[in-house]
């Protein structure tokens, strides 16, 4: 516990801003997906809280196409990071 206390008081404040960001966006888009995916299908057409969501689609195509998006980018600098080290070796 003591460690993680040093840890926290050795940061600037605006990492914990950041950081306090990051985590209250995850926990907004992780309860808007969860009610979107888990309750919103079996609401009625009718009902007012189907307003504030996309076609239930979505609900697929999008986390695929932010799957895809980030496993390009990883890939993309592990690619440009290898080739450097390479391109280093050669050098020498």
Known sequence: MYILTFLW?????SDKIFGAT???A?????TYFSIWTFIVPFLDETS????????????IYLPAAVLVAGLSLVT??????TSKGKNKQKAK
């Open 9 to 13: 008081q050795q940061q600037g404040s």
């Open 22 to 24: 990051c985590v209250s």
């Open 76 to 81: 993309a600098f592990f690619i440009k990071t």
């Open 26 to 30: 995850a926990a907004v888009i992780f």
């Open 48 to 59: 007012p809280l189907q307003n504030y969501f996309l076609p239930y689609q979505y609900a």
